[in-house]
């Protein structure tokens, strides 16, 4: 029993889908067509009610239009008292004098209105108009309104309210008509469609169940279908299908051999190579690490470079003012006028000279003093500590450094490590603006909060950086600077320190004046706190 029973449920499948699909896109194009053509009737409806409300009012017009010249108010309403009489459609007749009297006819009798009804004088105009309104009885009326000329001269209008029950009773018949119409098709094309299906399914059916022998392993089924469509096709294709199954089926088993045989071999290999992958892996490792730090150590040593020339900077002045106070003391012992006074004065001044030199000194020490633990620091204090170092090279090129920072803004990470971050990207806005000979150099250092992130830019206003190298700026080893003057391994050690050990993120794009390197670190310090040791 459990073998024949997933033939007549794949049978009855495909029976229900091919007479479902059939019979819905029939009663579809039957529901379609009867959408169709209901809208179309009824606009004809409608039209024929506008065309005996146009053929009423002229009527009317044309019979009482002495009278309506001449003022005559008793023809008008006799003969329109008439209308009514012989029209049970007609509701009521009202004629409206431009200036003058309102007469309102109806089924009960006829008076004399001093205004029109507000609900009519909305329809009053140039042309004719209508429209569906409600009496008294909450009865709709078809309210038509034809305006009254006499030699292009507007004269009055005459408004005919009409009964809708015949136009609601003709609507009424048609849908029932078409119902019974789009039933008996409907039934008709079911039939139809089922019918077809069965044809459709029946060779299909037969071909799952030899099929379904098959997939059971039993590859001496043939299927016997004399069509000539794309069904006797496919018999013969499943019966093609058989026999080339039976020789993959020798094939397979002569390969299997063979396969086993491959498969001892090469695990045999596979065994051999795992034993040596894993040291490998390991060595491969040791020399990442032995390659990560000798580019760190060139890093720093690069920076250190650059920090020498900025301290070299900053002692010229001291140098020179310490030398003049030499000099002073030379020469008032030449002029034997050195007294305790005078030395007093000279010893206190150099020693603020030398103390200056020496706190040079000791901010170049912890500039570069290591910090291997995350930590809380002030954004403006760690900026100040890069301008403080850089400061004689900018005077002495001219640079304008703005710093725009919140003084109590503060952030979690490695102090000494964005630092060396952001004195290489101020020292290389430098370098372009002063090898470029920009005039009124600028940089500008922003911190911004946006969106849950510490937004720092750096800007200048050197022309920007080159299209065609934008991709490698990043690149060990990759510099646009003269031989000597470049390591091409500040901004890829910058990008590491931002993005690996401060969770961040350092981009690049131009502005309009030049360019703008953006650090985007995390605000939130329990996300900062979980930052791995730094590389």
Known sequence: ???????????????LRVFVIFGSLLALNTLWLTWMIMPLQKQALQKIMYTQAVTVSRSIIQTSADAMLSE???FIVEHNVEVIRNNPGIRYVLVQQKRGHIIDINQQGWQLLEKLPEQFSHFVGDRESFNLLMDDQNNEIYHFVYPILFSNIQWGWLHVGFSTEDYRRNTAEMYSQVGIISAISLLVILSAGFIFARWITQPISAISALALKVAEGNLQVQAH?????????????????VVALQESKQQLQNYNQQLEDDVAERTKALDELNQSLDQRVKNEVIVRRQQEQLLIHQSRLAAMGEMI????H???????????VLQNIHYMYKQDKLDNDFMDRSLEKSDRLINNMSATIDDFRNFFKPNKIAEQFNLLESLQTVVDLLDASLKHNNINLVIDCDSNLKTVGYKSELSQVLLNLIN???????ERNIKKPKILVSVSIVNQSILIDVVDNGGGVD???????YDPYFTTKAEGKGTGIGLYMSKI????????????KNTDTGACFTINLPQNTEIAAQMSNPV
């Open 314 to 324: 900053q002692w010229r002045q001291p140098l020179n003012a310490l030398g003049l």
């Open 467 to 473: 299209a065609s190298i934008s991709d490698h700026i």
């Open 1 to 15: 029993m459990s073998n024949h029973r997933p033939k007549l449920i794949v049978k009855n499948k495909i029976l």
């Open 497 to 508: 320190i931002i993005e690996t050990n401060m969770h961040g993120k350092l981009s690049c």
């Open 72 to 74: 005559d108010m008793s």
């Open 225 to 241: 279908i004399s069509r000539n469509d794309e069904i006797g096709q496919l018999s013969e294709s499943f019966n093609a299908m």
């Open 309 to 312: 020339g900025a301290i070299a």
């Open 428 to 434: 290389n806005a430098k370098d372009v603006l002063v």
